[in-house]
């Protein structure tokens, strides 16, 4: 079901617009910077439509200062939600803190509703006209504590509320962007040329048409790939002693560019240092990862349990990254990069649902909860999948989680949802 989120500064009345919209008799909770309530999501029903609505309120303690923690919300709600309701109090007019979360509003792609609550007399429903100056269209006037206007409110946000969530949006337009990375000698410009035999080059567009070609374009298992800043690769120019500082600025230039990274290593010789700091870039660049073990070819039964046994022990940070082993000489399995960088690529651009996600947590953390800090047991209330390329959760919990456990349970939403070949984030938001 799609989903709403709330924003407004403290003390607008958030709270008891969302008893209002939900229906519920219960007293009122306090909308007082600091109150801790107890969920975040709640299911709603108007109309015959069900829709979650998100309360991002309950942060307001935060080390920006008021301002900064309502936009943080706002930037919150819109990569969330389908929609968000801005409430302002219309006794108050437009603050600046007000001005400040509708300019980052006014950028979201989602609908956004602008409710002018505290609208309890006839007589003030002029005032609000002045909201019209927060450039979010027309301010819908409401009294959250007597319910005036309520309904004309709602039947507006059903109109804006899309009818499914949205799930995955678009990949971007043309060949996806690989970059080929590894350190000196391990067989990238080998391999770039196994895969292309007559390289097609892409111009830099942005760069214009006057500098070397720097990008390639790669046709692989029937799809182009844009393999990234392969200019060097293809010319040969190999990296001179002392030129490491060079060599690794270029590698980060290059994973910064691509979606998707292949490390090539070379299977032959031992994991190194080195190797295990370009992973690292690829993995802290949030860039999805495929490792490819080349040099397959002088790779013998001795060498394989040796290699298994520097995985296991080099790569425990990067479990999830999808593995090929291909040989640039004799071209064994470099067929097979091709699947590996759509498995990576399809869980860097997954999106789980909210609902999904949370009933799956709800279970998770049932079975086996945070455990106890400080005498106290965290309680994890709700997560919403903020963002993709690469996945980011976020967590929001009473207290903090140990990396442990957040370990445990990116683990788990692996296995749950099938990410493969992605870094997954793990953002925890505590309330209070
Ligand atoms: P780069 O510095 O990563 O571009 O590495 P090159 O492509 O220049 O390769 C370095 C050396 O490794 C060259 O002598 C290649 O012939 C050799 N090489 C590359 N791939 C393979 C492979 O799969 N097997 C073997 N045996 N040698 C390879």
Known sequence: QPVLAVVGR????????????????????????????????????????????VDTGGWEQDADGLQGSVAAQADLAMSTADAVLLVVDATVGASATDEAVAKVLRRSKC??????????????????????????????????????????????????????????????????????????????????NKLTGEPRSVVDEAAGTTVDPVDSLVELDGQDWRFVDTAGLRKRVQTASGMEYYASLR????????????????????????????????????????????????????RRNQLEREIDRGLVRVPWAERVNVSALTGRAVRKLAPSLRTALESWD?????????????????????????????????????????????????????????????????????????????NVRVRE
């Open 111 to 192: 609908p956004v509703i602008l409710a002018a609550n505290k609208v309890d007399d006839q007589r003030l429903i002029a005032e609000t006209a002045s909201l019209w100056s927060l450039g979010l269209g027309e301010p819908h006037p409401v009294s959250a504590l007597h319910g005036r206007s309520s309904g004309d409110l709602l039947d507006t946000i059903l109109a804006a509320l899309p009818e499914a969530p949205r799930e995955k949006r678009a990949p971007a337009a043309g060949p996806r962007r690989v970059a080929l990375v590894g350190k000196p000698n391990v067989g990238k410009s080998s391999l770039l």
């Open 251 to 302: 590698t980060k230039t290059a994973i910064d560019a691509a979606e998707v990274v292949i490390v090539l290593l070379d299977a032959s010789q031992p994991l190194s240092e080195q190797d295990l700091r370009v992973i690292t870039m690829v993995s802290e660049a949030g860039r999805a990862l495929v490792l490819a073990f080349n040099k397959w070819d002088l790779v013998d039964d001795d």
């Open 10 to 53: 403290p003390n607008v009345g958030k709270s008891t617009l969302v008893n209002r919209i939900l229906g519920r008799r219960e007293a009122v909770v306090q909308d007082v910077p600091g109150v801790t309530r107890d969920r975040v999501a709640y299911d709603a029903l108007w109309a015959g439509r069900r829709f979650t609505l």
């Open 350 to 426: 997954q999106r789980v649902s909210t609902g999904q996600l949370n009933s799956w947590l709800s279970e998770l953390v049932a079975a086996k909860p945070p455990p106890v800090r400080g005498g106290k047991q965290p309680k994890v209330l709700f997560a919403t999948q903020a963002g993709i390329r690469p996945p980011t959760l976020v967590l929001f919990t009473t207290g903090f989680l140990e990396a442990g456990y957040r370990r445990f349970v990116e683990r788990k939403f692996r296995e749950r949802f099938g990410f493969h070949g992605s870094p997954v984030r793990i």
